[in-house]
């Protein structure tokens, strides 16, 4: 159901940027807020870092519930349950420190935690559906520019989380979730009255036993996954906090398997996994997803190759989240003009090169700064736009955010496994500049199956003349 009102698509855009500028701004503005957080709670280092884990793990797990029941019930009606429980998470987290002292145990840090989880899982629908949404509304030729600017979100929230927390901060940390509650609301009524609403006559089913098993296999493989420590891998993968969660994981995945080949509406429709440009669009996600982890590492490399304060490193990684922000509408501008491979190729080339030159002239501040702009335009001409153009335009449109979050979902687990990974490398090697170099020229290498990837791409779906057939 395309809008040809170019003005409301507009409208739909700008409603949908503010909404993932949100959840992607809840992610970047929590690190400037963690000792604040810490202090207000008396937490240990380890129960501190569940503040980030715990939404990134139930973000996981809200991807694929929220984007299936987009396709079922409505983009309106999810979209808007999917703000307001990122509402009241917020609310729960700036409530918290309310409930300090009432009881021996801290109930106060629980409730966080608890906010902190719905949060997490109502952004995990947000970016899918918003995705979705792009698909229904906007023709084919200007898909890729409207994907790009949404792109845009992530390195945006980067930039400006950070300052709007520090200034929040000065105040009271509480005043970074209770911001959301306004912006909620606005939002809320906007999408109200701004989507187009569209009745769903869905008779088939609901999937509720391929919902139960892929939570628990996405749920305990992330736990386990995240609970990995780099500076002894062997040993803390046959710990009990490890082993018996992946264990459980991959147990389940069979379950899940023959209940999707069942399932008359499955939350995943393994037919569509045969297309094959779906197939590699979400392998593409998966080793993108690898990639971006690593940046959290460009801080340390600093801090190891130029004697930087840890606090001035940071400043490091705004080159390349400043590329990725204004690389993001361009290249979404390039999928509408050469079509999806071509972008791949390309970037995943620049990609290569960017991480290998990096991993070899790490010591070097120009070379820094030009490896590092080159590693923010291959990223970007691989993750987020170019892969949910594809997906967008081989997928019918009753499936559309559900294949969306299929490819959030990958994307999360090569985070969580490169994490795990980089940091085994550098520890192994013995940290210092050479192991950093060493984990960046290894993962140039891998990146190389990304390039094989996108030689396999057919052009259907994924150029404008393809698309407008």
């Keep these: 159901m395309n809008i040809d009102n170019k003005h409301e698509r507009n409208q739909i855009l700008i409603i949908l940027f503010f909404g993932v500028l949100m959840g992607a701004l809840d992610i970047a503005i929590i690190g400037p807020a963690l000792p604040a957080i810490k202090t207000t709670f008396n937490l240990t280092t380890r129960i501190e870092a569940w503040i980030f884990s715990i939404y990134i793990l139930f973000n996981i797990m ?86 790009g600017l949404i792109g845009a979100v ?49 008779q088939k089913p609901f999937d509720t036993r391929g919902i139960i098993f892929l939570l628990i296999v996405l749920g305990t493989f992330a736990f386990g996954i995240n609970q990995i420590d780099e500076a002894d891998i062997l040993q803390s993968i046959i710990s009990y906090l490890v082993l018996p969660f992946l264990i459980v994981a991959i147990i389940f995945v069979p379950f899940f398997y023959y209940t999707e080949k069942k399932a008359q509406d499955p939350i995943i429709d393994l037919k569509l996994i045969r297309n094959k440009n779906i197939t590699l669009a979400n392998l593409i996600s998966l080793g993108a ?38 690389s993001s509408p361009l290249v979404g501008r390039l999928l509408d003009k050469i079509g999806a491979k071509k972008v791949i190729l390309i970037g995943s080339i620049i990609l290569i090169c960017g991480l290998i030159l990096f991993g070899l002239l790490t010591a070097n501040y120009i070379w820094f700064f030009i490896n590092t702009i080159l590693i923010g335009i291959g990223l970007i001409s691989l993750l987020g736009a170019p892969v949910r153009y594809i997906v967008l335009n081989n997928t019918p449109e009753t499936e559309r955010a559900s294949q969306q979050g299929l490819l959030s979902v990958f994307s999360g687990i090569g985070q969580l ?17 050479i192991g950093f170099s060493v984990a960046f020229i290894t993962v140039g290498v ?20 393809e698309s407008e057939e």
């Design 62 to 147: 809200g991807i694929p519930v929220n984007s299936k029941l987009s396709d079922r019930i409505g983009r309106k009606k999810i979209y808007i349950i999917d703000l307001s429980l990122f509402g009241i998470g917020s609310l729960m987290v700036v409530s918290s420190p309310f409930f300090l002292g009432l009881i021996p145990i801290n109930l106060g840090f629980i409730i966080l935690l608890a906010g902190r989880s719905i949060q997490g899982f109502g952004a995990g629908g947000i970016f899918p559906v918003a995705s979705a949404l792009i698909g229904d509304t906007f023709p084919p030729d200007k898909r890729g520019g409207a994907l």
């Design 154 to 202: 992530f390195g945006i929230a980067f930039i400006i989380g950070p300052i709007i927390g520090g200034i929040l901060l000065l105040i009271a940390w509480e005043l970074l979730f209770l911001i959301n509650i306004p912006i909620v609301l606005l939002l809320i009524y906007f999408a109200w009255k701004k989507f187009p609403s569209k009745s769903e006559n869905n």
């Design 289 to 326: 997803g690898f990639v971006e982890a690593t940046l959290i590492f460009i801080p340390s490399i600093s801090v190891v190759s130029f004697g930087l304060s840890e606090s001035s490193a940071s400043f490091m990684l705004l080159p390349l989240v400043i590329t990725m922000s204004l």
């Design 417 to 433: 496994i490169s994490g795990v990974m980089i940091g085994g490398i550098i520890e192994s090697i013995g940290g210092g500049l």
């Design 446 to 465: 891998i990146s190389l199956s990304l390039f094989i990837e996108s030689l396999y791409l057919t052009n259907k779906g994924n150029n404008r003349s």
